[in-house]
Nanobody, 116 residues
Framework: QVRVVESGGGLVQAGGSLRLSCAAS????????MGWYRQAPGKQREWVAL???????NYADSVKGRFTISRDTAKSTVSLQMNTLKPEDTAVYYC??????????WGQGTQVTVSS
């Protein structure tokens, strides 16, 4: 029903910045919120940020003040601006679309590597 695809991952030095993008397609009118999770090797998946269909945002404590999630409603895209990156931010970042009632649609993931 909903397809999401991420882009923008890469290699960056500690203290640098990176911007991730996520495009949604399909039944996008039914999406309640979109956001990002990340998962490092051997670690559980960690929620990072979300933005609702009303424009409200929330962030994990680990990224608050450094990351900013935004949306372009006309283009059905969501971006994650990541500043002051740290080695512990290294992970595969997954975009998701939330239709409510436990219905989540995930992208393939994009690798972010922060060198020390």
């Amino acid at each position: 029903q909903v397809r999401v695809v991420e882009s923008g991952g890469g290699l960056v030095q500690a203290g640098g910045s990176l911007r991730l993008s996520c495009a949604a397609s399909g039944s996008i009118f039914s999406i309640n919120a979109m956001g990002w999770y990340r998962q490092a090797p051997g670690k559980q998946r960690e929620w990072v940020a979300l933005i609702t269909n009303r424009g409200s945002t929330n962030y994990a404590d680990s990224v608050k003040g450094r990351f900013t999630i935004s949306r372009d409603t006309a283009k059905s895209t969501v971006s994650l601006q990541m500043n002051t990156l740290k080695p512990e931010d290294t992970a595969v970042y997954y975009c998701y679309a939330d239709q409510g009632y436990g219905r989540y649609y995930w992208g393939q993931g994009t690798q972010v590597t922060v060198s020390s």
